[in-house]
């Protein structure tokens, strides 16, 4: 079977079709990138809302869908999909947050399970077995998170 198996660039993320039409955001966060002594292991590589679909066919004409996002590499990248988020202003009113503000209270609630590798790896043929990010909080229907603190 592996004649027909076509080869996908690593910038096309299959997508479920529901996820097609939504307007969330996308927040790709970044994990291994960060040298030093910050205490932060992720960081936001791109939070936006525009997307670029693209339709392929398999072998028996079926339709599947990909995310083209440029740069995108699976070995130190996760994907997540993040619906509009509010908070109160000092009015008591409430007011978007923008895709940078939504990424990092995205990050400091999987902050615990990003893959301690070092910043560098050997050139590979093949995708990654194991995400970067591992026992992930899978249900996200109510998640309470604090700002974070300011560091000196």
Not at 106 to 115: E, K, N, R, T
Not at 134 to 139: A, G, R
Request: with cysteine; glycine share 4%.
């Amino acid at each position: 079977m592996g004649i027909f198996r076509r080869k996908m660039p690593p910038q096309y993320i299959p997508i479920h079709p529901d996820n097609i039409t939504k307007n969330d955001w996308i927040i790709l966060l970044e994990a291994g990138t960060i040298v030093g002594p910050s205490a932060a292991k992720l960081r936001v590589a791109v939070a936006t809302r525009e997307r670029k679909i693209v339709k392929k066919y398999n072998i028996f004409f079926r339709r599947e869908h990909f995310l083209f996002l440029e740069g995108y590499d699976p070995r130190i990248h996760a994907l997540y999909f993040c619906p509009q988020l509010y908070r109160f202003d000092a009015d008591n009113k409430l007011a978007a947050l923008e895709g940078d503000e939504i990424g990092s209270l995205l990050a400091q609630s999987v902050q615990d399970g990003v893959v301690e590798k070092q910043p560098w790896y050997e050139p590979t043929k093949k995708l990654p077995d194991h995400p970067i990010i591992t026992n992930m909080k899978t249900d996200f229907d109510t998640v309470i998170v604090d700002k974070p603190t300011q560091r000196n």
